[in-house]
C-alpha cells in the first residue's frame, strides 16, 4: 500500500470519514460476515410485519440480536425482531400473526398485563419473557428467565465446586449487582438454592459503595446491569480493586453475553476467581421459550451445543509475538480457510493516518503511536468473528490485554531470534530483537491462550491453528433434534 513520506505525516488526526476497520477487512469480508451470521440474516429478512414471520423478539430498540440465530437452531423459525413504540404493543399483541414472542426490556411487565394467562413463574416475578398466542387467539405468558439463569448457575457450581447451587450456595452471601428487572429472575434462583441474597443498588443502604465494607463475606456476585454491555465494553460496574477487597469470594457470573468477557468477568479471571458470562443464560431461556413455541420437548443437550458453537463462530482470534514472527501471513492464511473477516492492526493504522506504523513512530515516537493504536484496537476488538494480526508491541500497554480477551482468543506465534527480520521495523532497530524479546515475551506468553512454534509457512502455522482450535469453514445449520 502506497504511504507518504516521512516528513509529509505531519498530525495526529485520522483520516475524514474513515473508522479504523474501513477498508483494512480482506475483500471477502462482506461475504463471510453475512455467512457468519446467516441465522441472522434470514431471521431479518422476515421481520417487522412480514407474514411469514412466526416468531420473534419484541422491544423497542433492539439493534443486534443472537436469538433469530439461536431460533433458527432449535427450530423455531421463521424468527424476526419487532420493535415497537410503547402505543403500540397492545394492538400488536391482539392483532398480530405471531405464533410465539420473546419480550424484552421495556415490555416485560407490560406482556404480563396484556396476558389472558400467566405462568405460576411469571406470576410470582410480575413479568413475562415469552408468549404463546394459542389457536382460539388467547395469549398465554411465562418467565423463561428463571430457567435459563438456573441452567447457568447449575452448569457453573458443578464445573466450579463440583457439586449442585443448592450445595454450594446454601447459607453463602450472593450479592445481585442491580435493582432493576433483570434481577427478579436471578434473585429467585438464588434463593431456591437457599443463598442469603442481598440487591446491591445506587440508593438505599446496599450501595456500591459500601459494599465491601458490609459483606467482606460475600461468596457470589451476580451482575443483572448493562454496565459493560457492547458498546460501551470494557467497563465495570463495580469500581477497580472491589474485587480484591472480598477475602471469602469465590465466583462471579455476568449476565451481559455481548462481549463474551465483560471487564467484571476479566478481573475476576485476573485474581484467580472462577468467574462465568451470561451467553448460557441467553441459550437456555431461548430453549426453553422454544419448546413452549414448538409446543414439544427438545433435547436438553442442544444448549449446551448451540452454546459452544456461538462462542466459536463469534470469538474472534488475535494472532502475537515478536515483529516479523510472520503473524500477518498466518492470521491472513487461516481467515481464508475458515472464511473470516481478516484484519491488520498494522494495515489499519495506514488507512486511518496515511502512513505506516514505522513513519508515525519515526515522525511522532513510540508512546504517540501506542495511544494510537490503542484506539484502533477498541474498535476492531468490538467485532465478532474476525482473524486479527496484532503489531509485535500490543503487550506494551496494558489496557490492550482487555481488549483482546473480551471477545477473543489469543494466539502467540514464537519465531526463533535468528529467523526475525528487521526491515521497516524502528524498533527492533533501535533496541535490538534480544532487547524486545526480553521485554515482550513474558508478556506474550502471560496474555495467550495458546502458543505454537512457527512451522515454517503462512499456510503451515495457519493449519495448525485450525486444527487446535477445530475451527471449520462451515455456515450456521439447523442443529438436528432427535426428541
Known amino acids: 500500500m502506497p504511504t507518504r513520506k516521512e516528513s509529509e505525516v505531519l498530525s495526529l488526526e485520522r483520516a475524514p470519514g474513515l473508522t479504523p476497520a474501513d477498508e483494512c477487512i480482506a475483500p471477502v469480508a462482506d461475504e463471510v460476515a453475512a455467512e457468519l451470521d446467516a441465522g441472522h440474516d434470514a431471521a431479518q429478512a422476515a421481520t417487522d410485519g412480514a407474514p411469514e414471520a412466526r416468531f420473534g423478539l419484541l422491544g423497542r430498540t433492539l439493534g443486534h440480536s443472537f436469538s433469530p440465530k439461536i431460533h433458527a437452531l432449535l427450530g423455531s423459525t421463521p424468527y424476526a425482531l419487532f420493535e415497537r413504540e410503547p402505543q403500540e404493543v397492545a394492538a400488536f399483541l391482539r392483532e398480530g400473526a405471531w405464533r410465539g414472542l420473546n419480550v424484552t426490556i421495556p415490555y416485560k411487565r407490560r406482556a404480563f398485563e396484556l396476558a389472558d394467562e400467566v405462568g405460576e413463574v411469571a406470576r410470582e416475578l410480575g413479568a413475562v419473557n415469552t408468549l404463546v398466542k394459542r389457536p382460539d387467539g388467547t395469549i398465554y405468558a411465562d418467565n423463561t428467565d428463571v430457567f435459563g439463569f438456573s441452567w447457568l448457575l447449575e452448569r457453573f457450581t ?148 448451540i452454546l459452544g458453537r456461538l462462542v466459536k463462530e463469534t470469538q474472534d482470534i488475535y494472532f502475537i509475538g515478536m515483529p516479523g514472527a510472520g503473524k500477518t501471513g498466518a492470521a491472513r492464511r487461516l481467515a481464508h480457510l475458515v472464511g473470516r473477516p481478516f484484519v491488520d492492526l498494522d494495515d489499519t493504522f495506514e488507512v486511518t493516518f496515511e502512513c505506516s506504523a514505522a513513519e508515525f513512530i519515526r515522525a511522532h515516537g513510540e508512546e504517540a503511536f501506542r495511544r494510537e493504536e490503542t484506539k484502533i484496537l477498541e474498535d476492531v476488538s468490538r467485532g465478532q468473528g474476525l482473524v486479527v494480526a496484532c503489531g509485535g508491541g500490543v503487550v506494551v500497554k496494558e489496557e490492550n490485554f482487555s481488549l483482546l480477551r473480551q471477545n477473543g482468543y489469543v494466539v502467540m506465534l514464537n519465531r526463533p531470534l535468528e529467523e526475525l527480520s528487521m526491515a ?60
Open 424 to 483: 521497516d521495523r524502528p524498533l527492533s532497530a533501535a533496541k535490538g530483537l534480544e532487547t524486545l524479546a526480553e521485554e515482550r515475551m513474558g508478556l506474550y506468553r502471560s496474555w495467550a491462550d495458546l502458543e505454537i512454534a512457527c512451522t515454517g509457512s503462512a499456510e503451515g502455522d495457519a493449519l495448525l491453528v485450525r486444527e487446535l482450535l477445530d475451527l471449520s469453514h462451515e455456515p450456521p445449520q439447523h442443529i438436528h433434534n432427535p426428541r
Open 158 to 305: 458443578e464445573r466450579t465446586f463440583g457439586a449442585d447451587p443448592k450445595a454450594v450456595l446454601a447459607g453463602k452471601v450472593a450479592l445481585i449487582l442491580g435493582s432493576g428487572g433483570a434481577q427478579e429472575a436471578v434473585r429467585k434462583v438464588l434463593g431456591d438454592a437457599g443463598a442469603m441474597v442481598v440487591v446491591i443498588s445506587r440508593r438505599g443502604p446496599e450501595t456500591y459503595r459500601t459494599l465491601a465494607k458490609r459483606h467482606a463475606d460475600a461468596f457470589l456476585i451476580v451482575n443483572t446491569t448493562p454496565v459493560g454491555m457492547y458498546p460501551d465494553c470494557p467497563k465495570s460496574p463495580l469500581e477497580k480493586g472491589t474485587l480484591e477487597e472480598l477475602p471469602e469470594l469465590k465466583g462471579v457470573i455476568d449476565i451481559v453475553y455481548n462481549p463474551l468477557r465483560t471487564a467484571l468477568i476479566l478481573e475476576a479471571e485476573r485474581l484467580g476467581i472462577a468467574s462465568e458470562g451470561g451467553l448460557g443464560m441467553l441459550v437456555a431461556q431461548a430453549f426453553a421459550s422454544s419448546e413452549a413455541f414448538q409446543g414439544r420437548p427438545l433435547d436438553p443437550a442442544l444448549i449446551e451445543r
